[in-house]
């Protein structure tokens, strides 16, 4: 349970209120406009709670990462959209025309900031910076999940000069991974896949102590493979964690947890459209061919163990599925999710990716908008922006 204040604890009544947001949307890198407006579409819960409560909303946050200058100005058009509403948008945060646009607003209006990463001070946490940043406000409300594993200046540094409370999202991202991971509907099985073994070992070691079953897929697969003796071929394996996956097999027979891994896999000498592919047992990629996707046999696998889980949480796809040709797999483990009665969790990152590119989103009792930050989560790691916020 989040035992941290919300701002249905805290009157803003009047109040100026600076909000963190994760308004860290993908923009196309030709046109400049926004690919997903997910993160946006999450963050008007709090905006319209603090417009219809007569606070006078300030909005910052960051996008892409410092020293890329990126803009958030498209992000003030579509959030007007949204909120049917003209989002005033501020270039120059600290010029002395902002403090008197700031100065000047009325209850009900909203102000969005330039990108808080083209300052170096907002990843170094500077605090002379998050106290400029927090005179804007009278009142901190954090909703930015997706940085909330962070302690930047406009997520943790600004906590320090304000009284500071969640947004509605952060309640409900904690909520689900907390009650997916920590009070489950069991059996709880969980998915890892992804490429690397050595992102995602503090996440494994954690599962094993909460998990029923694991099942992991993905390149991560191969490292795991090549440490039971299999012939892996050219797949992605690291050697210098071949100890890691053996040490993490034998944590699972010693906390009675069943690690299920891939038993055959769609491979090819390529990792194109246009690649040739065979399907071979897991064990047994030929020279000179890596696997790319779970096989036929693998998927029904996977597919029994969705049926009966009571939580399904995933964390990391089990192929290349940004290449249609090794899609399929994520794809199936997808959709029986998403036709399966347990609790469905996606942690964010790749896994809402795979999940929104086959448009089952609706159909998941809950995907994350914070790749990281779940992670992290899931790790069993205090969340810096989080941590910092009052107390209930
Ligand atoms: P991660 O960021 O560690 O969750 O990894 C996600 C990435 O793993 C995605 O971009 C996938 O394309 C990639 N991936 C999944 N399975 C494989 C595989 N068998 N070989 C290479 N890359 C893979």
Redesign the pocket.
Known sequence: MLNKKSVEDINVSHKRVLVRCDFNVPLDKQTGEITSDKRIVESLKTINYLIDNNAKVILCSHIGKTGQNKSLEKVADRLSELLNKKVIFIKEIFSEDTMEIVNNMKDGDVILLENTRIFEEEEKNDPEFAKKLASFGEIFVNDAFGSAHRAHASTEGVTKYLPSVCGFLIKKEIEALDGGINNPKRPLLAIV????VS??IDVLNALLDKVDTLII???M??TFIKAQGGKIGN??CEDDKLQVAADILNKGLKNEVRILLPVD?VVAKE?SEDAETIVTNVNEVPDGY????IGPKTTDLFIQEIKVAGTVVW????????IDK?AKGTEEIANAMANSNAITIIGG???AAAVEKFGLEDKMSHVSTGGGASLEFMEGKKLPGIEALEDK
């Not at 896949?193 to 690397?196: Q, V």
Request: charged share 15%; net charge negative; glycine share 26%.
């Open positions: 896949g992804g490429s690397k992102s995602k897929g993905g390149a697969t191969y797949s992605l896999n990792m890596m696997g790319l996707d964390n990391g796809p089990v192929g290349v599925f940004e090794f990152g790749d896994s």
